[in-house]
C-alpha cells in the first residue's frame, strides 16, 4: 500500500500532515458508507448501532478536517456524542 508507505518514510511535520490527511479520506469514505447503509438497511438493530455511529465519524471526521487546515483539532474540551 503506497499510502502506508509514504508513512513509514515521513517524519516530524510531513508525517503529521500525511497521517491526518489520510485519516480524513478514510472518516470521509466510511461515513458516506454508513450515510448509504442507514438509508438502505433493513436489519433494525444494525440500523440503530449504523445511525447512532454517524454522529461520531463525523465528530472524528471534523476534527480531522480542522487539524488538517492548520487548526489544532481541539474541541476545548467538550466532545459531540
Do not use: C, W, Y
Amino acid at each position: 500500500m503506497a499510502a502506508m508507505q509514504a508513512l513509514q518514510n515521513a517524519t516530524g511535520t510531513e508525517f503529521n500532515t500525511q497521517f491526518v490527511s489520510q485519516m480524513l479520506a478514510m472518516h470521509e469514505a466510511k461515513l458516506s458508507e454508513l450515510q448509504t447503509a442507514s438509508t438502505t438497511l433493513t436489519d433494525p438493530e444494525l440500523k440503530l448501532l449504523v445511525t447512532k455511529a454517524i454522529p461520531k465519524i463525523r465528530m472524528h471526521r471534523d476534527m480531522l478536517a480542522k487539524m488538517n487546515k492548520g487548526g489544532t483539532g481541539n474541541t476545548g474540551g467538550t466532545t459531540q456524542q
